[in-house]
């Protein structure tokens, strides 16, 4: 009976023993567990606020990216607002320009028609001319819508002569002129042999001057009705003179 209580007193002590050593076991692993779990807490901790960080940066460039984008957009808009309004200025004053210039054009082609068929229609005459020319006198009035002057029919003019041809057409005519030869005493200013052509409408004289020697002037237009043509010789030195044919236009 002893023995048996005995066994039994050492066997409970061994369990209590073994009991006692599961219990300390269990609370080293539940501390273990426990500062794991804190450790973990912590890096989670750490990584979350990084994370933060990293967010806000991003967050930061990206609405900077986005004002940037709004602000680029707008410039380029107004860029291109101006450029189309530049260019819409540009085509605006070329298209004023064309018509300036087609403007001009168009009355410089009027005006070469209009001299273009009195010169055609005196070339025609003048080539198969069938009346002799008035030749110098005191003062000749010529009412015909052509005609030829020159000072004399042939060989030399006279020195000391003075003539002049009055052209007289109705209001409205214009008279053109075309010279077929010009040979008198040359000098300066023309002082000694000249001729003149006067408007008589305006009192000036065409031509700008007196005119002599043998350059043959150009053929001319005269926006008038009424033209004085004048021949005079000094006392020496002659010549040929001057032949021209008119003819008044419309
Ligand atoms: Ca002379």
Redesign the pocket.
Known sequence: MEKLESQFLQDKQERNTAMIDVLQHLTAIKNETTFGFEDMRGEFRSLFEAYDEKVSVYKTQVDNITTHLATSEEEINNRIIKTMEELERVQSEQEERLDTCRSEVNSLRTHITNLETPIIRLVNMSQQWPVPPSTCAATQVLTAASGSIAVVEAGKYD?NIDCEWIINLPAGNKILLKWIYID??IKDNCP??YVTVKNLNTNQLEYGNTMCGPLLPNNLLIESNRIRIAFH???????RGFELHYLGTE
Not at 233 to 239: A, F, K, L, V
């Open positions: 020195n008198m005493e000694y042999d010789s000094d006392g020496s030195n002659t010549g």
